[in-house]
């Protein structure tokens, strides 16, 4: 493979999709892509955030377009598919990275609040990945964002490592059943993010937040390049021959375990 894999334009021409993209890890991700050529293509809950993620985008001085569906919602997902395509042309790269949490102890989280969960992570990325499936260039890639919760339990988190867990465990089998279709299914599971909603809820104090630097071997938190480097090098041709893996981006701190002791 050519030593410079990842001059500016890789992916030039292609068209990234990317759920939970108007914010945090996702919407760098999406920067990154524009940063490479992509034209990309931006799916948040919020109309004005997604616009607002559209526009940082474009100013990369690429086409980027931001829609509005809750994953949760096949007919509204297909929709907005759809009009990404006639937009933008087939998809080459989807990112399922609509993700919800919250934390609590079992025993005190409504029915509706696990489920909630559940169907964000779990539900919202089969319904991306099923619905994108008819609309993707062969080849294509699509990235499924994890956490560490799907292989280390965690306090105050059995909603996330029920839905984490089915996610990665979905991308295995993806990667089995499409493979020959051209389609490659990988995830990434992030550790502690700076600048993330996730890392502020779980780590809300500076106290909380040392003992998580503690955790990781490298000693520091991670940034949110970190995890958009690693979506480029999955989605780019560098990775044509990687499938049905899943990429801890955390520093090391899966390493050692993760949650025995809750944050809050």
């Not at 050519?2 to 991700?29: E, K, Q, V, W, Y």
């Not at 994953?71 to 933008?88: C, F, K, N």
Request: hydrophobic fraction near 45%.
């Amino acid at each position: 493979m050519s030593a410079d894999i990842f001059r500016g334009d890789i992916l030039t021409g292609r068209h990234a999709f990317i759920t939970g993209g108007s914010s945090g890890i996702n919407l760098g991700i999406a920067k990154r892509f524009a940063s490479a050529g992509a034209k990309v293509t931006v799916l948040g809950r919020n109309p004005e955030k997604a616009a607002k993620a559209a526009s940082e985008i474009a100013s990369l001085g690429l086409p980027a377009l931001g829609v509005t569906a809750d994953v949760r919602d096949p007919a509204a997902l297909d929709g907005v598919l759809r009009s990404a395509v006639q937009a933008h042309g087939p998809i080459d790269i989807l990112v399922c990275g609509a993700a919800g949490n919250f934390p609590a102890p079992a025993a005190g989280m409504s029915v509706n609040g696990f489920k909630a969960v559940v169907d964000i992570d779990l539900l919202g990325t089969f319904n991306a990945c099923r619905l994108a499936f008819e609309h993707m260039a062969k080849p294509g890639s699509i990235l499924a964002i994890s956490a560490p919760q799907a292989s280390h339990p965690a306090l105050l988190q059995s909603h996330v490592c029920a839905a984490k867990a089915g996610v990665e465990m979905l991308v295995r089998v993806l990667a089995m059943e499409w493979g020959r279709t051209g389609v490659r299914v990988n995830a990434i599971s992030p550790g502690p993010i700076e600048g993330t909603e996730g890392l502020d809820r779980l780590a809300p104090t500076e106290e909380h937040r040392q003992r998580v630097i503690d955790a990781v071997p490298v000693g520091r938190m991670g940034r949110i390049e970190d995890v958009a480097d690693m979506a480029l090098y999955l989605a780019s041709p560098a990775a044509s021959f990687i499938s049905g893996a899943v990429f801890a981006v955390d520093g090391g701190q899966s390493l050692g375990g993760f949650g025995m002791t809750p944050m809050i």
